[in-house]
């Protein structure tokens, strides 16, 4: 454990950048690769790295443990929401063409938030699952 | 051909070994060709998908579990025969149905002229998303990765329901 510091120093170094590229990912999907499952799977590394390095108790200090679980049901009803929503303006479930003043716009809202959806369920459910590995190996 | 090499020698590495805890580093190493293959075919979105979730979530899941189990693979106490042949006999049906496929990249199969092109035609003009992949998960396939969706709100759900009832208990 002599090492410690320096893997400490550069989580500490890494953690913002490995955040803001699950953000570029979550957000650039509509022009390059990447979306809601990618981003969602790079954010919750992100988590799992400083819980790795930090300790688990530390990492529940960060992102307690209840948050996570519900984020796993939130991103569904959040997908959900949107199709229904998207009933209530005429359209089909799911069809987001008119939930802002023009097709265009409706697709972008309707696909960002969807996309949102996406990335909280996986977020949540993959750190979820490791928070419920972790525990038990330390039991 | 270099990449379907190492592939098949990762593959050989990961059966031969006996160490857990190398298999598990070897099967990062696996997904991390894998996703090299995926961007040499231009699938740059799944290749994205596969490094994340092959190479990097399900390594630490799996050294997770291997955590709470032993770390050597016991000897098996079968035969291998009857693998070998359901596995040979596979194969040898894939290889089959591959040499029936039309070329890579061939311009008239139904992959091309199906809905693949009235997508790639639609999508800016009715979404405006250039990226064709993301409109066609998220808008006009919407309904499958609610689906998808679903099912990682399953799975979670699932692990969490097993784990936490142990933890419990113990």
Redesign the interface.
Known sequence: MRLDVVLRVATKLFLPYILMFALYVQFHGDYGPGGGFQAGVIAAAAVILYAVIFGLSEAHKAVPPAVVEAMVPLGVLLYVGVGVAAMLTGSNFLDYSHLAHDQIHGQEWGVFLVEAGVLITVTGTMIAIFYAFAGRGKT | MVLLTLLAAVTIGIIRTRSLFAVVVLLGAYSFLMASVMIVLDA??V???EA??GA??ST??VL??L??TKVHEAPSRYTAILPLFVAVGTGAVLIYGVSGLPEFGAANTPLNTHVGMSYMARSIP??????V???V???YR??D??G???V??T???G??ML??R??QK?
């Open positions: 740059v979105d290749a994205m998908t994340s979730v990097g979530i630490v899941l997770g579990t955590h709470l009715e979404t405006g998303i250039p990226n992949v993301t409109s998960l998220a808008s919407g309904f990765t609610l998808e969706t679903a990682i709100f799975a979670g759900i692990v969490l784990l936490k142990f933890r113990g």
